[in-house]
């Protein structure tokens, strides 16, 4: 579907226009996006509200597994590692909603037409979502972030240290351990970073996968 980035002229039948996405109307002057349905009337909505997503373009089953979609890619942006193994689950039970009901759909359809070029359409699709949805599941299973515990941290040297002791001096070495447990946290932060962003990247291949 065409979406259409425009700017509102002063109309003489009708000077501004309904904006989907707030009670604000897109007035003479201001950019807005629009779309259309066929059969329906225009869908127009603020350039400041981004462009319309997958979901809003689309009027038939596919819109819940778009919807399902953006809904898994905002909680992969998030960052919160700790969302990310639901936010994988109710994408897959999404997905595998709109499977059943292409399954349903062509289990309904006369017996001669089952196998013919729709109903055959309608099992690849529900095939292929179904798929989708096992590696989504699997992606969620795969999503614990698994670090040690944190270690144990000091403030500072303490007073009876070296470095306090020798205050300026660059060759004074850590003897009340501050330096090997700053390091060892330093070390933690990093393992825990790392291992947060391969959970997000997993989450990410899991969505990427999807091909219809």
Not at 17 to 39: D, F, N, Q, T
Not at 144 to 154: I, S, W
Not at 170 to 183: H, R, V
Not at 199 to 208: G, K, P, T, Y
């Amino acid at each position: 579907m065409r979406v259409k980035l425009k700017t509102k002229n002063k109309g003489i039948k009708q000077e501004t226009y309904p904006c989907r996405k707030c009670p604000e109307p897109i007035k003479a002057g201001e950019k807005y996006y629009e779309w259309k349905h066929r059969h329906s009337a225009p869908s127009r909505q603020h350039q400041t509200h981004g462009a319309p997503k997958q979901s809003e373009l689309c009027t038939g089953k596919m819109s819940g597994v778009y919807a399902a979609n953006e809904s898994l890619e905002e909680a992969i942006a998030s960052g919160d590692t700790g969302s990310l193994a639901d936010a994988l689950t109710s994408c897959a039970e999404s997905v595998r909603e709109v499977a059943q009901e292409y399954e349903d759909n062509r289990s309904n359809m006369p017996e001669g037409l089952q196998d013919g070029p729709v109903g055959s359409e309608m099992e690849e699709k529900a095939n292929s979502l179904n798929e989708y949805a096992d590696e989504l599941e699997n992606a969620a299973g795969e999503c614990e972030v698994d670090v040690d515990d944190e270690p144990e941290v000091m403030d500072d040297h303490v007073d009876s240290c070296a470095v306090e002791l020798k205050e300026g001096d660059e060759n004074a070495e850590c003897t009340c351990g501050y330096a090997e447990k700053e390091s060892a946290h330093d070390e933690w932060e990093q393992a825990k970073e790392d291992a947060e962003q391969a959970v997000i990247d997993r989450a990410q291949e899991a969505l990427d996968s999807f091909s219809l």
